[in-house]
């Protein structure tokens, strides 16, 4: 990341205390009725410049500039219970393009993921002219791994591993790249909320996903940075096929102390 720095304009500062309150990182105090750092220590999080009544406070060293929230923005929870509770793996796709607008979308849905520690460590590749070769990558060592889940699960042995036998011929594919791999599966969460949203069908490939962090020939051929490792591959595409119920699940299983 970029080099940032807590700023405190004192002159808009009205010592309020509400950005000390906030800070994670006790790295601020009031001295004098007004606002100040302790040190650069510091996560960085922008608590303190969201929370600031006056706009005092800021963070240096970002190509954008904070949003104002000018009105509380609530989902309504019927409604994204439904969206989970209808959701479904997508393997069957129509020859269709995704608009730009969408992908980008989808994307920044990723960007703006909270991570932990303030990392944003995530990154993304997009599949779309290389997708074919990765794919083709993936499934040449997939034959070979085979045979030897054939001997273990049964299931295993119904499955053919045709050449898209990762991506079904959707058009594009998304991997989700971090230091941290909760970080990533995070900002994959709100990815798919997004493209669900644009009426796209979203399957999380939990095999490509292996395939790359197993395989330092493809972990190469997607330059994929030291450091980082797959955390999650989202194919995506308009459905070519329509769910008309939801899937059952287990009863809930709680423990409340």
């Known amino acids: ?54 706009e005092a406070v800021s963070i ?61 460590d995530v990154s993304f590749l997009v599949l779309d002219k290389e997708k074919s070769a990765a794919e083709r990558m993936a499934v040449r060592l997939f034959r070979k791994i085979k045979p030897f889940a054939d001997l273990f699960n049964p299931m295993a ?11 079904f011929q959707a058009p594009i594919v998304i991997v989700v790249l971090a230091n941290n791999r909760t970080n990533g599966i995070l900002a994959a969460q709100n990815m798919e909320f997004v493209a669900e949203a644009h009426g796209l069908g979203v399957l999380f490939s939990g095999f490509f996903t292996s395939c790359i962090n197993i395989s330092p020939k493809i972990k190469k051929f997607l330059k994929v940075p030291k450091g980082k490792k797959a955390a999650a591959t989202l194919v995506l595409g308009y459905p070519n096929v329509k769910y008309r119920r ?12």
């Open 60 to 120: 240096s060293g970002y190509d954008e500039q904070a949003l104002p929230q000018k009105e509380q923005i609530r989902l309504n929870p019927g409604q994204v219970l439904d969206v989970i509770r209808f959701r479904r793996t997508i393997r069957q796709y129509q020859k269709k393009e995704i608009p730009a607008h969408v992908l980008e979308q989808i994307l920044e849905a990723g960007r703006l993921t909270h991570t932990a520690k303030n990392m944003q």
């Open 157 to 167: 042995r119904n499955v053919k591993i045709d050449d898209h036998f990762f991506f």
């Open 1 to 54: 990341m970029a080099d940032h720095m807590i700023k405190i304009d004192s002159d808009k500062c009205i010592g309020c205390g509400l950005c000390a309150k906030t800070c994670v990182a006790h790295n601020i105090e009031l001295k004098n009725g007004l606002a100040r750092t302790l040190s650069e220590h510091c996560l960085m999080c922008g608590q303190c410049s969201a929370v600031c009544p006056k």
């Open 246 to 257: 939801s899937a059952q699940r287990e009863k809930l299983n709680v423990t409340y102390m």
